[in-house]
């Protein structure tokens, strides 16, 4: 079979950022606001009172301290408290087709490569603006590339599970190069009222490049030596919006049609599972874990993260052997992951050996054990 490379890697990140303390004010404006509404109901205890937050709580429960985001002015109206992202026609290149070309660009360049060079797009991303034609189809048409396109949607890992369907294209010979983009517009599922969870998100997109090996030209290569996906079944993370939503008009507006998460069940569950699949991962590859010197994490929660690498390497890991960007970035679902590796890997001399795993809802995780070739 054909060996396989990522050959590129691209970022779009928003213009706009909302820090903690932005983010605070808003929310506590907003909780004030509803206290105050519905003083009456709170005093007979038919109504709940909101408490506060605060950015303190916010650091100390996810290391997150800012987010980029797609709208800023909308999402910190307190009488609105959601980005405001006008419609497009049908004339329109959708917000996510702008984003993902954004990134699929800088990943093209940095590989060497024009769309001529590429067979397939894969969209891989928690949500799709557009329900059909695929999102993919879009974006290859804006790029200009002749060949075929399709969505996966596997929550924070859809780019891990677009890598391995990329690997297969290749090395199935169907394809001599797959570009992966991950288009994310968080912003728009989050319940930015709900306290547990306002904090967690913010908006990007990430481009790979996947290659066959012996065609790649790219000073940034890493060849895949390592793929595993597993899936597990779970409710602790769920968003049940959907098409059929308007078929009962009971459910329209109500918060299990935003993200939503049991988040201590998440961290007990998540952790351990992707510490195996991890460890299994590497040694299946015939690698010894200490000879792993960086993990590109699933940009969710520093604590996760700290686990995880503690998990895996029997003592804490170093911020260069497990960096981290959510601080500014925050969680950006599946496009997380590979910011990271976007972000974090020019300083790796060839032969280094990394690993990049994505995992959530599902629950599901990816992992991607690579080697520096270039």
């Known amino acids: 079979m054909n060996k396989v490379v990522i050959s590129g890697t691209g970022l779009f990140t928003p213009s706009e950022s909302i820090s ?13 606001q509803f206290n105050t509404e519905h003083a009456a109901a709170i005093a007979a205890g038919e109504v709940t009172a909101l408490e506060e937050s605060s950015v303190a709580f916010i650091e100390k429960a996810s290391g997150i301290k800012s987010r980029y985001v797609m709208n800023k ?3 910190l109206d307190v ?25 699929a660009n800088q990943a093209l360049q940095r590989a060497g490569r024009t769309a001529a060079d590429v067979d397939a ?6 949500n799709m603006q557009r329900a059909y034609p ?19 949607n596997v929550a924070c890992s859809s780019a891990t599970f677009g890598i391995q369907a990329a690997v297969s294209a290749i090395q199935s010979g169907q394809a001599r190069a797959v570009l992966v983009v991950n288009p994310e517009i968080t912003s728009g599922h989050l319940n930015w009222r709900d306290r547990d969870s306002h904090f967690i998100f913010g908006d990007a997109c990430t481009a790979i490049l996947v290659e066959r090996a012996d065609l790649a030209t790219s000073a940034h290569q890493f060849e895949i030596v390592g793929l595993k996906l597993k899936t597990q079944f779970s409710n602790n993370i769920r968003n049940n ?12 507006g109500t918060p299990d049609k935003l993200f939503r ?9 998540v952790c351990p599972m992707a510490a195996a699949v991890i460890t299994s991962t590497v040694e299946t590859s015939g690698i010894a874990i200490p000879d792993v010197k960086r993990f590109w994490l699933h940009q969710a929660n520093l604590n996760m993260n700290l686990l995880i690498a503690r998990m895996i390497l029997g003592r804490d890991a170093t911020p260069e052997e497990s960096p981290t960007i959510l601080d500014t970035y925050a969680n950006t679902s599946s496009a997380g992951s590979i910011i990271a590796f ?29 080697k520096k070739l270039a």
């Open 261 to 269: 998460q049991q988040g201590r069940k998440v961290f007990k569950d």
């Open 121 to 126: 797009v894969i969209c891989a991303a928690s």
């Open 73 to 75: 002015e909308g999402v």
């Open 79 to 103: 009488q609105r408290m959601v980005p405001r992202i006008p419609e497009r026609s049908d004339d329109e290149p959708s917000v996510m087709c702008d984003m993902a070309v954004a990134a």
């Open 20 to 32: 903690n303390e932005e983010l605070i004010a808003c929310f506590n404006a907003y909780v004030q």
């Open 134 to 152: 695929a999102m993919a189809v879009e974006i290859q048409n804006a790029l200009g590339i002749d060949g075929y396109g399709y969505d996966i």
């Open 342 to 370: 976007h972000q974090y890997q020019d300083d790796l001399p060839a032969g280094t050996i990394g690993v990049i795993c994505s995992f959530g809802a599902g629950y599901s995780i990816g992992c991607v054990v690579v």
């Open 241 to 252: 919006f959907g098409f059929l939503n308007r078929a009962d008009e009971s459910g329209i």
